[in-house]
């Protein structure tokens, strides 16, 4: 307390309180807040909640005691040492420093917003194939629908408002291979159980092999085949991508969960126009799944 009585009287140096109190612990402070700014907002209206709390706490408290305890420090230097020109100099200083701070939070906003409009449009333009629920009782996720682009990225940010999941429930004819594979390493991270009730396919398989224990219905299917790039998005780009690589990553993350060497042998070997449904013994013999169980 007697640090920040001291600024605001101005009783401190005036190189003290322009270098170390006004620049450089400005620097800090914002440093610090656009970090909490980028960790803690996961979401529109905690972009603008956290902004707001910056600007209040910036504006209402921290700015106004660095300015005029700067001020109050320059008037001091100016009445014991003359020199107009160092008041005058610190006075501009503060004016451009108020501006840039306000260009900053206008800036900090139009980014926010253009953000959330281009999220919307990307939304709109590109409807999710997918769909994600909760289920209170069981602590449990449920995931249906097509793995498309964004869908590891929409269940971490369903974790991180449902920390508490134990298990997710995944259906699904497959998607992109990338997503699986992120997936399942997401699975793996959040260390969770995973349950197939009825089909899950492809991509969704490789998603599934990421749980900790693995659990299929007593009617559930999982199927394999080779990959193909059937998606628009990654036509164009076929030329960077060959689909025997990305089949090797995923042979990896089914090695990681110490599946059977015949097993990842065997289930790209059927065509992308076909699929393999292997039994469940070969499931369970192989190590894929934990146990059936009923829904």
């Given at each position: 307390?007697?640090?920040?009585?001291?600024?605001?009287?101005?009783?401190?140096?005036?190189?003290?309180?322009?270098?170390?109190?006004?620049?450089?612990?400005?620097?800090?402070?914002?440093?610090?807040?656009?970090?909490?700014?980028?960790?803690?907002?996961?979401?529109?209206?905690?972009?603008?909640?956290?902004?707001?709390?910056?600007q209040l706490t910036a504006g209402?408290?921290?700015?106004?005691?660095?300015?005029?305890?700067?001020?109050?420090?320059?008037?001091?230097?100016?009445?014991?040492?003359?020199?107009?020109?160092?008041?005058?100099?610190?006075?501009?200083?503060?004016?451009?420093?108020?501006?840039?701070?306000m260009i900053h939070f206008l800036?900090?906003?139009?980014?926010?917003?253009?953000?959330?409009?281009?999220?919307?449009?990307?939304?709109?333009?590109?409807?999710?194939?997918?769909?994600?629920?909760?289920?209170?009782?069981?602590?449990?996720?449920?995931?249906?629908?097509?793995?498309?682009?964004?869908?590891?990225?929409?269940?971490?940010?369903?974790?991180?408002?449902?920390?508490?999941?134990?298990?997710?429930?995944?259906?699904?004819?497959?998607?992109?291979?990338?997503?699986?594979?992120?997936?399942?390493?997401?699975?793996?991270?959040?260390?969770?159980?995973?349950?197939?009730?009825?089909?899950?396919?492809?991509?969704?398989?490789?998603?599934?092999?990421?749980?900790?224990?693995?659990?299929?219905?007593?009617?559930?299917?999982?199927?394999?085949?080779?990959?193909?790039?059937?998606?628009?998005?990654?036509?164009?780009?076929?030329?960077?991508?060959?689909?025997?690589?990305?089949?090797?990553?995923?042979?990896?993350?089914?090695?990681?969960?110490?599946?059977?060497?015949?097993?990842?042998?065997?289930?790209?070997?059927?065509?992308?126009?076909?699929?393999?449904?292997?039994?469940?013994?070969?499931?369970?013999?192989?190590?894929?799944?934990?146990?059936?169980?009923?829904?």
């Open positions: 307390m007697t640090f920040i009585r001291k600024h605001w009287r101005g009783q401190y140096s005036l190189s003290f309180s322009f270098w170390f109190i006004f620049i450089f612990f400005s620097l800090i402070f914002h440093a610090f807040s656009s970090f909490c700014l980028q960790q803690f907002s996961s979401s529109y209206a905690k972009q603008v909640s956290t902004l707001f709390l910056y209402l408290v921290i700015i106004p005691w660095q300015i005029i305890g700067l001020l109050r420090s320059a008037e001091h230097y100016f009445k014991n040492y003359g020199q107009p020109i160092i008041l005058h100099s610190v006075q501009v200083t503060v004016v451009i420093g108020l501006t840039a701070i800036g900090q906003i139009q980014l926010i917003m253009f953000e959330k409009n281009w999220n919307d449009f990307q939304s709109n333009a590109n409807p999710k194939q997918y769909n994600i629920q909760w289920h209170e009782d069981n602590k449990q996720i449920i995931l249906n629908g097509t793995l498309d682009f964004g869908v590891t990225e929409a269940v971490r940010d369903f974790l991180l408002t449902h920390p508490n999941a134990k298990e997710i429930v995944i259906e699904s004819k497959g998607g992109q291979v990338y997503e699986g594979r992120g997936l399942a390493t997401l699975f793996s991270q959040y260390k969770l159980d995973t349950y197939s009730y009825r089909y899950c396919l492809s991509a969704c398989a490789t998603a599934f092999i990421g749980g900790v224990k693995r659990y299929l219905g007593t009617d559930g299917k999982l199927g394999f085949h080779q990959y193909a790039f059937d998606s628009e998005n990654i036509q164009n780009f076929r030329s960077f991508y060959n689909v025997e690589d990305e089949q090797e990553k995923d042979r990896e993350v089914y090695r990681s969960k110490n599946i059977t060497e015949h097993f990842i042998q065997k289930m790209f070997k059927s065509p992308n126009n076909g699929i393999w449904y292997p039994d469940r013994e070969i499931l369970l013999q192989s190590g894929v799944i934990t146990a059936t169980v009923v829904e």
